[in-house]
DNA sequence: TAAAATAAAATCGTACACAATCTTTCAAAG
DNA sequence: CTTTGAAAGATTGTGTACGATTTTATTTTA
């Protein structure tokens, strides 16, 4: 009975590395704006950083490819996926249709475990907040709309939900925000409130607002950002 | 200027053998019932049928298994989803959220370009119906809906479409459907209609029950079909 | 000096070899 | 006859070598 016998795992003389980890070690970087849209993700430097061979590199850079959050170029490698007018507007409009409906849902089945969840979340939320630490807020903002998806019961909409979640964070890295959290706090409380209180076509008409402001703060002006450096950037738990 | 350079194209020896090919003749011969839920997919098997090495196998089966018709399992294998009863009902539930909303849009947009995809496409349902062809009539019918998908002008919604219907496909070959296509083809006479008078409520409504009706048709008892063979089911252009 | 051609370096694409793991087979014991 | 255990076979997991392509650097030429 191997219980650490996951598809993403491999133990080489004695040291075992998740493919998961690292997996997600990206994912989180590129979600968090650690790692730049456009920036070019080398095998070789990826490779040594965590110390695995290409093969299995590259199966985490196509994992990252499929969830849309990197780019593959033939022959020319990996890039941190750089999403265009079009593209964000297309994720909003999703956001809009899943998550509107997630919110109905979830206050229809409002329950304690999701009075839970979404109170401790809040309390991450309010406490970065106070501390101002404004990274840790835009992480916890994001973070947000995912624990709600996840409490509707709805786990292959969640899943498109995290997808979109990731490339609006790579959207809004691209077409900065002028005011990346101002109202943010807020509707999330009340969102919350309402969603508790079981009210669910309010719910849903809040959290279209609410997307709907998001993504109204956007610019869609030319910027280009600095890319930062591999290592520091994934290493730093 | 190579116009052939993309991601899955290999050059090796003078002959050219597309990834993107491999993969889509496995995911359609997966969607069209050739290959049963559960057929275990060997990467040798399924390298020396299409003459790739497993490295580029492994990516497509990959891609696959992101789509969820393929499971991969580690040490096993990958095989074909046999997706659960709860999954079942994830997956029709996220289609009546995503289609419906997709059916009024398309219904507010409706064009002239609209009008000939989808009076094309019925047309080859029924030619399929009147031929007797009942495997034709399936997959015609699975097909409507990608294609109403691909005319909301939503492309990452219609992306979600164009996997959920696969799984559909998938549950459909699990727990086959008592009958098949009764009102199948009506229903989707009668929402083309409703889409081109541009009566949005009402697409979305019989879009709806359509969905409904064919979740509920399916029957939730344990039944295992015998595996194909995998050559015949995958080369047979 | 600028443009074009060429050479060199960097990077990706693929196959393959070998290791790790799982499955099957078959014999021996209870 | 069933169960247990071990060995053989089959299959997947991963690193690495080599070829193909792209990018960068260098030289040549006008």
């Not at 020319?76 to 998550?99: D, H, K, L, N, Y």
């Not at 999330?188 to 402001?213: P, Q, V």
Request: charged share 30%.
């Amino acid at each position: 009975m191997n219980k650490t016998s996951t598809l993403s795992t491999a133990s080489v003389g004695g040291e075992t590395v998740d493919s998961d980890q690292i997996y997600n070690r990206i994912f989180d970087a590129i979600v968090d704006h650690n790692l730049a849209p456009g920036t070019h993700l080398k095998e070789d430097e990826l490779c040594e950083i965590f110390g695995i061979g290409r093969t299995r590199m590259r199966a985490v850079l196509s994992r990252l490819s499929a969830d849309h959050v990197v780019d593959l170029v033939a022959n020319r490698g990996a890039f941190v996926a750089q999403p265009s007018v079009e593209e964000a507007r297309e994720v909003f409009r999703a956001r809009r249709v899943i998550e509107c409906h997630l919110a109905e849902r979830a206050a229809r089945n409002a329950s304690d475990t999701i009075r839970e969840a979404m109170h401790a979340h809040l309390q991450h939320e309010n406490h970065a907040r106070a501390a101002g630490d404004v990274v840790q807020v835009i992480k916890r903002c994001g973070k947000y709309h995912q624990v709600l998806a996840d409490q509707a019961d709805s786990p292959i909409m969640a899943h498109f939900v995290r997808e979109l979640i990731a490339r609006s964070s790579l959207i809004i890295a691209v077409y900065e925000a002028k005011n990346p959290d101002e109202a943010e706090l807020e509707e999330h409380t009340r969102l919350t409130e309402l969603i508790l209180e079981g009210k669910g076509a309010e719910a849903a008409t809040l959290m279209d607002s609410h997307l709907r402001g998001i993504e109204g703060r956007l610019d869609f002006s030319s910027k280009d950002k600095g890319k930062l450096d591999l290592r520091s950037s994934l290493l730093n738990k």
